[in-house]
């Protein structure tokens, strides 16, 4: 009797899983004839997924036999990237934003149905796709993006994916995902830059022993509108290749694909460098303006300053702190050096005019004190023959004469004009002080150059100290800023040439 109740026992519990699975199978058609009771291709086809589903484990990855190929091994998981848009591409966070369709396919000979369940051939095509519903469950690969920081599936208005059995056990998975990357970025040539930026996934949990990535034919496919979506980037060019990641738990294969982003340089020109070197310009308007004028010239100088020191923090303040100079920073750097030159350049002027000004001053004392001696001596003559003095000084002490004396003292002065003038002498045979005040011989004999030069270096020693640094200002300060820009343009040009061949 009790062998009986044990023997009965074991029976029911054989036949407790095969009933479980025909209710499971069951529940499905009853499913898929609820949703499709109008369309008969789609009831056939959940009717065929939900018989090749009665002793599925979707646990349990394929055993990777193909139609060409019947031993078992690696799952062959072919797959290819449909780039929608990359956007918003953070230097100071390292990362991107790529859009992108997600596709893969392998073979899973659990789920062919040519001849499945005793269907005929002739009742499905060839190489003929049935959708497999969103709760249906089959195994798919764990593939996870590697330098993945964030990321989200489409679900807008439902679900962006779908999952498709071809009749010869293909399955085909598409996703649409949008992802935030990590991009490792060298800026030593920010903003004249590119980047070169990676998308790379492999298996999460399968080695190379259980699953193996290959790229689809065409691999790689970038929408049209990929490049509208970056403002400051355009996508100069791609390639894809394979990997293979180690770790302590074992080899997995993965695949990557670099992205290389030029970066376009006309929003910075517009931005930056023109109104930078505009700045640069206006701080040296100071130097035409007079050396007397500190209300208007320390303002210019010292607005420009922070103007340009303003945009340089507007800058880096969107760009990662690193221990290298930039090409932006060398740029802005000049500029700001530029400008505070300009504002030193007019306290050494400051300085000079000040000290010239007093000097004049002891020197104007000094002449009222000969003066007052000169008209006092009875030997007028005589003493003016031994004096030099300037014009105006020439005048005051006529005025300041009787008027019985006019015509001696005037002749006393041309003489003494006459002495300081001299004969006209060569070129290499001046006498340090000597000026010129008639160029005519020099003209004669065909120096016409030596002339323009003689002649502006007599206006400019006429001139104060202050003045004349002005004047040196004027023209040292453009001639280097043109030289700085000669250089730092080849330099950098020269290196995205090289960069691009």
Known sequence: ?????????????????????????KSCKRTAFSRHTTNYQAWREQMTVCDLLQDYDAAVRPSGRTPYNDTRGAVIVTTSLNIRSISAVSEKNMEFVAQFRFRQEWYDDRLRFIEHQGLLSSDYRNFEFIHVARDQSLWIPDTFF??????????????????????????????????????????????????????????YAYTTADIEYIWDVPAIQIHEGANGALPNFEIASFKNGSCTSKTNTGTYSCLKVEIRLNRVFSFFLLQLYIPSSMLVGVAWVSYWIDWKSTAARVPLAIVTLLTMITTSHA???????????????????????????????????????????????????????????????????????????????????????????????????????????????????????????????????????????????????????????????????????????????SIYLEEEDLDES
């Open 146 to 203: 590697q330098n993945e920081k964030n990321g989200w599936y489409h679900m807008l208005n439902q679900e962006n994916r779908f999952l498709k059995i071809r009749s010869d056990g293909k399955l085909i998975y598409d996703r649409r995902l949008t992802l935030h990357l990590a991009c490792s970025m060298h800026l030593s040539r920010y903003p004249m830059d590119h980047q070169n930026c990676e998308i790379a996934f492999a298996s």
């Open 1 to 25: 009797m009790k062998t009986q109740l044990c023997v009965s026992l074991l029976l029911t519990l054989s036949l407790f899983p095969t009933n479980a699975k025909k209710a499971k199978t």
């Open 315 to 489: 800058i880096n303040s969107n760009l990662p702190p690193v221990s290298y100079a930039k090409s932006i920073d060398i740029w802005v750097g000049a500029c700001v050096v530029f400008i505070f030159f300009s504002l030193i350049e007019y306290a050494v002027v400051n300085y000079m005019g000040i000290l010239d000004e007093h000097r004049q001053m002891k020197k104007a004392a000094c002449n009222r004190s000969r003066l007052s001696n000169v008209i006092d001596n009875d030997n007028f003559g005589e003493s003016l023959q031994s004096l030099t003095f300037s014009p105006q000084e020439k005048k005051r002490l006529i005025r300041r004469r009787p008027k019985k004396n006019m015509e001696m003292q005037e002749g006393d002065f041309e003489a003494i004009e006459m002495v300081d003038r001299g004969p006209p002498r060569s070129a290499g045979l001046m006498e340090e002080g000597w000026t010129f005040h008639d160029t005519t011989d020099l003209v004669y004999i065909g120096q016409r150059k030596r002339v323009e030069l003689v002649r502006w270096c007599s206006v400019l020693s006429s001139r104060g100290r202050a003045e004349r640094i002005d004047i040196i200002a004027r023209i040292i300060f453009p001639i280097a800023f043109i030289l700085f820009n000669f250089a730092y343009w």
